[in-house]
């Protein structure tokens, strides 16, 4: 029997044993976090950027903006027709007040009759133009719908941009026609105002009773 065969570990060797086996332990997971942090992460698939054609674009851009002038437009003849009309009443107003359209001959000299009448008819006419003018319009577009939109979910973007913007063209031209007559109506509401006008200096020139 060998003097080592019958040798039984001391207490002192324990400690180091389990301290050199902790310190492996240590090292191993050092190692695996460091090859966590250096190990390149998995490639990720990016879409491509889908990219609208540059005149598709400008198209869209450009129908969007004329809806938007025209929106504009409207307003702003919708704001000068109100004006247009009190004009017309502030007018015809003053004139009475002041004594313009005195129809009593003891009190001086007597509106014509076939003027007060005129006066009657321009005035008439032009809240008729201003009616027209302010009226709702009853296809007017400003835009395409959400939901028309959505119809072409899935399709090429190209493809759906041409959609959205062909809509807005037609749009822009049926609003075009509406917003053309409105500004022929109060161009003649604004000539009518002219003549009414016109014909107070008219008659107050003439004087005298006219029937």
Do not use: H
Request: charged share 20%; proline share 5%.
């Amino acid at each position: 029997m060998s003097p080592t065969e019958g040798a039984t570990e001391s207490p002192s060797d324990s400690p180091a044993r389990g301290s050199t086996l902790s310190d492996r332990d240590s090292t191993k997971r050092d190692v695996v976090r460091e090859a966590a942090a250096t190990s390149p992460e998995p490639e990720r698939k990016v879409e491509p950027e889908r990219k609208v054609d540059p005149v598709l674009q400008l198209a869209f851009d450009s129908a969007k903006q004329k809806l938007a002038q025209q929106d504009a437009t409207l307003a702003a003849l919708r704001n000068r027709a109100t004006g247009l009309l009190a004009a017309s009443s502030v007018g015809t107003s003053v004139a009475a007040a002041v004594g313009l359209l005195n129809l009593d001959a003891a009190r001086g000299r007597v509106y014509p009759i076939w003027a007060g009448w005129t006066m009657v008819a321009l005035v008439l006419a032009v809240g008729v133009c201003v009616i027209i003018v302010i009226w709702p319009a009853q296809k007017w577009g400003y835009g395409v719908a959400p939901g028309r939109v959505l119809e072409d979910v899935g399709k090429p973007v190209d493809a759906v941009f041409k959609n959205v913007t062909t809509a807005m063209i037609r749009f822009a031209e049926s609003n075009a026609k509406s917003v053309k007559m409105r500004q022929r109506v109060f161009e003649s509401g604004a000539a009518l105002l002219i003549i009414q006008t016109a014909l107070i200096a008219l008659s107050l020139g003439l004087g005298g009773r006219v029937g």
